[in-house]
């Protein structure tokens, strides 16, 4: 492929001067002060998959996942320290008020963040957001009461607005046959963070009991016992942001000079648009099938979402309640052992398995399999000992795997429905609706949670096999929504 090298018409030039870079074979131009367009030159001529920035993505969107999900193994006890419920059997409603406020603050921001990476750039977002979550996350640990934690918990959610931009920028930093594996990176470092987060908090919350020679009962972590997992996800984010500055920028900044003949890739943006279905001027909310796939996710995550806190509550809860009576240290072990092998999976297997299937049949399946898992916990709480160690790690892992693989395939589908002009935008928009959604999630498990403890002599679906059946009708809607006449795809996944 030939180019040839043209400086671009300064003010008052000749508007008609050739831009940077052309294509000879299409007609395509570069601006060489447009990272955006940079970003395609370096992917015209670096045919491999760029394995540094998507290291980069991993570590920054790992982040997105911590938070969220790091306080579900401590939640019992951190709302019965808070002596705001008055009945052992209230405390579920109570920690999924606290875990639904982060949900509900995301919800109402997403859109506006995915609005500014499409207007001002992916990493400008990116660093942003992660700069609040260091400092939320760090106050978060310093709460003492109730509403001063349900309000931190609100706060980082509203500025936590970092997955839809870096799912723009995965699909942007790669190739087209390479954007598999990119979303791959980011789905699985979300799974992973929504695992390994319990997981530390598991480990790491009332330090001074679990590690009394290392944590005196004088410290601070010994005052504040869940202090020390906020602190080391705060860590982790700040060595997430000086990352951030490693990331070249994809988004393209530059005035377009004489679209037709000229144009910095509007050829590829028509190419495109016919692909997707879609056009610049296009509401994203008339792009039925973008907003096709974000509703049926949304309903997977509402389930996702809820799975995430009833486990943890279940495993920490009595066997008289139908729980597994683990501590939180145990509870970590079995989210460890889930993060290692699902991290595996989505890397070495996810992407194989998808471009066989496709991203739809992937989730489809997963979502077959799920029912069938899901329905085995009842059972497995009735084992002890080395069997019941076997089978719930089995499970774990099986439902994480599952479950990822269908967030991961309906990303593709939303990230195939739209050009890069709205991809920030149309992020932004799933990640709202899905965490509206996500918002009756731990709320609905907490409850849902609670009314399980109070019939555990019911004639039907006593106790946890109620839990565990509401879960699986919300897979099985899911499930049905996959298929016509309601799931629209757009014409290039159509035609593979």
Not at 124 to 151: D, K, R, Y
Not at 177 to 194: K, P, R, V, Y
Request: hydrophobic letters at 45%.
């Amino acid at each position: 492929m030939k180019s040839v090298l043209q400086d671009l018409p300064k003010a008052g030039e000749n508007s008609n001067t050739e831009p940077l870079l052309r294509k000879s074979t299409i007609d395509v131009f570069y601006d060489k002060d447009c990272p955006g367009c940079r970003m395609d030159l370096r992917k015209e001529t670096n045919l491999g998959a760029p394995y540094k920035e998507l290291l980069y993505i991993w570590i920054i969107a790992l982040c997105v996942g911590l938070p969220i999900s790091s306080l579900y193994p401590y939640l019992y006890f951190l709302v019965k320290d808070f002596n705001v419920a008055k009945r052992d059997e209230d405390i579920g409603y109570y920690a999924g008020c606290v875990a639904s406020a982060y949900m509900l603050g995301r919800g109402l921001t997403s859109v506006l963040w995915g609005a500014v990476a499409d207007r001002y750039g992916r990493k400008p977002v990116i660093i942003f957001c992660c700069t609040t979550m260091i400092i939320l996350t760090t106050l978060f640990g310093l709460s003492t009461n109730f509403w001063t934690a349900v309000s931190i918990r609100f706060l980082l959610g509203a500025f936590s607005g970092i997955f839809g931009p870096v799912q723009a920028y995965a699909t942007e930093v790669c190739r087209k046959e390479h954007q598999t594996l990119a979303l791959s990176f980011t789905s699985s470092a979300w799974a992973i963070g929504m695992i390994i987060g319990p997981a530390m908090g598991g480990f790491l919350a009332e330090p001074a009991v679990k590690y009394p020679n290392i944590f005196t009962k004088d410290s601070l972590f010994a005052r504040l016992p869940y202090f020390l997992p906020c602190l080391c996800i705060s860590i982790w984010t700040a060595a997430a942001t000086i990352a951030c500055l490693w990331l070249p920028e994809t988004l393209h900044k530059h005035k377009e000079i004489n679209e037709e003949s000229h144009g910095t890739g509007v050829t590829e943006k028509r190419q495109e648009s016919n692909e997707t279905g879609s056009t610049e001027s296009e509401s994203l909310f008339k792009n039925w099938p973008l907003m096709s796939c974000i509703v049926v996710y949304c309903v997977f995550s509402l389930h996702n979402m809820a799975y995430s806190e009833i486990f943890s509550l279940w495993a920490v809860s009595p066997k008289k309640f139908g729980g597994l009576n683990y501590t939180t240290d145990n509870v970590g072990e079995v989210l460890s052992v889930t993060g290692a092998g699902l991290f595996l999976f989505q890397l070495a297997i996810f992407p194989k398995v998808e471009k066989i299937l496709g991203p739809l049949k992937v989730a489809r399946v997963c979502a077959v399999l799920s029912i069938v898992v899901l329905a085995s916990y009842p059972s497995i709480s009735k084992l002890s000992g080395t069997s019941l160690l076997l089978c719930i790690n089995i499970a774990s892992l099986l439902k994480s795997i599952l479950s990822t693989s269908i967030f991961t395939g309906f990303v593709i589908l939303q990230n195939s429905t739209i050009s890069q002009s709205q991809r920030g935008a149309a992020n932004g928009i799933a990640s709202t609706a899905m965490s509206l959604f996500k918002v009756f999630g731990p709320a609905g498990g907490g409850v849902l949670f609670s009314l399980a403890e109070k019939r555990m002599y019911a004639s039907f679906l006593p106790g946890t096999d109620l839990i565990f059946f509401i879960l699986n009708v919300n897979l099985v809607i899911g499930l049905v929504m996959t298929f016509k006449p309601f799931l629209v795809l757009p014409q290039r996944v159509r035609s593979e």
